[in-house]
Antibody
Framework: QLQLQESGPGLVKPSETLSLTCTVS??????????WGWIRQPPGKGLEWIGS???????YYNPSLKSRVTISVDTSKNQFSLKLSSVTAADTAVYYC????????????WGQGTLVTVSS | DIQMTQSPSSLSASVGDRVTITCQAS??????LNWYQQKPGKAPKLLIY???NLETGVPSRFSGSGSGTDFTFTISSLQPEDIATYYC?????????FGQGTKVEIK
C-alpha cells in the first residue's frame, strides 16, 4: 500500500525559505505512471494546489506561487521536496504531499500533512 | 485561471436526508471534476473522480454528476460518519483548483 509522509521544520521565520520533503513508501517514485504534488491548507481555510513533479524532473507550478516555488525529486531516496522562498505569515498552512496518476486530474493518496507556521 | 464556485459553504441536515452540493466552473471543464471528503485533522480523501465515477471502496450513497460548468455532489442518505467538509477540484490546462468547501453537519 502506497504511503506518503511529509517532514520538515514546523516553524519558519518570515522572509526565509520553507523546505519540506515527502517520502514515498510502498511504491517507486520513478514509476512512469505518476506525478507527485504538493497542496496546502491555511488553518480553517480551503485547499490550494502548489505544484507537481514527474520523476524525470518535469514540473508544473501554480501561477500565483511560481516565482517562489521549487519542487525537486530524488529518486535514489524515493523522495520529492518543496522549497518556498520569501515566506510570510500568509504561508502558514498544513502542507500535504500527494500522488496523481498520469493523464488524470485527481490526487490519491495523500500524506497526513504537516503544519508549518511562519513566525519570528 | 479557472475559478470554482462551490455552494453552500455549510449545511445542516438530519440523518437519512438527501444532501446536495453544487460546484460551478468559470469555464467549460468537460468532466474534469473531482470530489473529496475531509474530516477534521485528516487529509482529504478522494470520493468521486471525473465528475461521476465512484472511487473504489466508497459507499454508494455518494454520487456525482454534471459536465461542462455545472456539477453536483449528492449524499443520498446522510449518515453520522459523513460529517466532514467536502471539496470539489478541477483540472485543466495543467492547473488544479479547489472549491471553497462545504461543511456538512448533523441537525
Amino acid at each position: 500500500q502506497l504511503q506518503l509522509q511529509e517532514s520538515g521544520p514546523g516553524l519558519v521565520k518570515p522572509s526565509e525559505t520553507l523546505s519540506l520533503t515527502c517520502t514515498v513508501s510502498g511504491g517507486s517514485i520513478s514509476s512512469s505512471s505518476y506525478y507527485w504534488g504538493w497542496i496546502r491548507q491555511p488553518p480553517g481555510k480551503g485547499l490550494e494546489w502548489i505544484g507537481s513533479i514527474y520523476y524525470s524532473g518535469s514540473t508544473y507550478y501554480n501561477p500565483s506561487l511560481k516565482s517562489r516555488v521549487t519542487i525537486s525529486v530524488d529518486t535514489s531516496k524515493n523522495q520529492f521536496s518543496l522549497k518556498l522562498s520569501s515566506v510570510t505569515a500568509a504561508d502558514t498552512a498544513v502542507y500535504y504531499c500527494a500522488r496523481r496518476q498520469d493523464a488524470t486530474g485527481w490526487f490519491d493518496p495523500w500524506g497526513q500533512g504537516t503544519l508549518v507556521t511562519v513566525s519570528s | 485561471d479557472i475559478q470554482m464556485t462551490q455552494s453552500p459553504s455549510s449545511l445542516s441536515a438530519s440523518v437519512g436526508d438527501r444532501v446536495t452540493i453544487t460546484c460551478q466552473a468559470s469555464q467549460d471543464i468537460s468532466n474534469y471534476l473531482n470530489w473529496y471528503q475531509q474530516k477534521p485533522g485528516k487529509a482529504p480523501k478522494l470520493l468521486i473522480y471525473d465528475a461521476s465515477n465512484l472511487e473504489t471502496g466508497v459507499p454508494s450513497r455518494f454520487s456525482g454528476s454534471g459536465s461542462g460548468t455545472d456539477f453536483t455532489f449528492t449524499i443520498s442518505s446522510l449518515q453520522p460518519e459523513d460529517i466532514a467538509t467536502y471539496y470539489c477540484q478541477q483540472y485543466d490546462n495543467l492547473t488544479w483548483t479547489f472549491g471553497q468547501g462545504t461543511k456538512v453537519e448533523i441537525k
